[in-house]
Antibody
Framework: EVQLVESGGGLVQPGGSLRLSCAASGFTFSSYAMHWVRQAPGKGLEYVSAISSNGGSTYYANSVKGRFTISRDNSKNTLYLQMGSLRAEDMAVYYC???????????????WGQGTMVTVSS | EIVMTQSPATLSVSPGERATLSCRAS??????LAWYQQKPGQAPRLLIY???TRATGIPARFSGSGSGTEFTLTISSLQSEDFAVYYC??????????FGQGTRLEIK
C-alpha cells in the first residue's frame, strides 16, 4: 500500500525548534518530488516547502524562508522538515504530500499523509 | 504569485442535486489545475488533475472543466459522503502551487 506517515509534531514554545518526519512506503520514494503543506486550525491549505527527487532543489514559502529546512534521506525513504524560530502563526497540521508524476517537481498531489499537529504556545 | 479565488465560500445543496463549484486564477494556469476534497479530521484527497482528469478511484459523478483562468468542479448527484470542503490548486506557475481558500459544501 502506498502511504505517507508523518511524525514529530507536538507542543513547542515560541522561538523553539521541531523536526517533522514523513516516512514513505509502497513506492519508489527516490523517484518523486515531495512537498509540505500546512493547515492552521479552521483555515485553508498553505503551501510550505518542496524538494526535488534527488534533494538537489528546494523551495520555501516566504512565510518560512530562513527558518525551515526541508531535506530527505532516500536510503531511509523519509522526508524531513526542520522547523526553527517557531511562531504562533506556524501552529498548524503539517501534511507531507507526493507529486503524482515521477521526477517532476510540480504537479497535483496524489498521496497525502495523515498530518501531524504542531502547537506553538508558551 | 498566482492567486486562486474560489466561489462561493459556502454552497448549500440537497442530496441528489447537482453542485457547481468555481475556481478562478489571477493569470492563466493552462490546464495545470487540481481539485481536492477534505473531510473533517482527514487529509485532502485528490479528485481531479489536469483540470478534467479524475484521479484513481474517483466516482464518475465528479467532473472538472475549464482552462486558462476559469475552472469548474461539478458533482452531478450529491451523495451524503460528498459534503466536505473542496480546494483548487494551480501547479502551472510553480513554485508555489497555490491553493484556493476553499468552498464548503453543506447539506441544504
Amino acid at each position: 500500500e502506498v502511504q505517507l506517515v508523518e511524525s514529530g509534531g507536538g507542543l513547542v514554545q515560541p522561538g523553539g525548534s521541531l523536526r517533522l518526519s514523513c516516512a514513505a512506503s509502497g513506492f519508489t520514494f527516490s523517484s518523486y518530488a515531495m512537498h509540505w503543506v500546512r493547515q492552521a486550525p479552521g483555515k485553508g491549505l498553505e503551501y510550505v516547502s518542496a524538494i526535488s527527487s534527488n534533494g538537489g532543489s528546494t523551495y520555501y514559502a516566504n512565510s518560512v524562508k530562513g527558518r525551515f529546512t526541508i531535506s530527505r534521506d532516500n536510503s531511509k525513504n523519509t522526508l524531513y522538515l526542520q522547523m526553527g524560530s517557531l511562531r504562533a502563526e506556524d501552529m498548524a497540521v503539517y501534511y507531507c504530500a507526493r507529486v503524482r508524476r515521477q521526477w517532476l517537481a510540480r504537479g497535483a498531489f496524489d498521496i497525502w499523509g495523515q498530518g501531524t499537529m504542531v502547537t506553538v504556545s508558551s | 504569485e498566482i492567486v486562486m479565488t474560489q466561489s462561493p465560500a459556502t454552497l448549500s445543496v440537497s442530496p441528489g442535486e447537482r453542485a457547481t463549484l468555481s475556481c478562478r486564477a489571477s493569470q492563466s494556469v493552462s490546464s495545470n489545475l487540481a481539485w481536492y476534497q477534505q473531510k473533517p479530521g482527514q487529509a485532502p484527497r485528490l479528485l481531479i488533475y489536469g483540470a478534467s482528469t479524475r484521479a484513481t478511484g474517483i466516482p464518475a459523478r465528479f467532473s472538472g472543466s475549464g482552462s486558462g483562468t476559469e475552472f469548474t468542479l461539478t458533482i452531478s448527484s450529491l451523495q451524503s459522503e460528498d459534503f466536505a470542503v473542496y480546494y483548487c490548486q494551480q501547479y502551472n506557475n510553480w513554485p508555489p502551487g497555490t491553493f484556493g481558500q476553499g468552498t464548503r459544501l453543506e447539506i441544504k
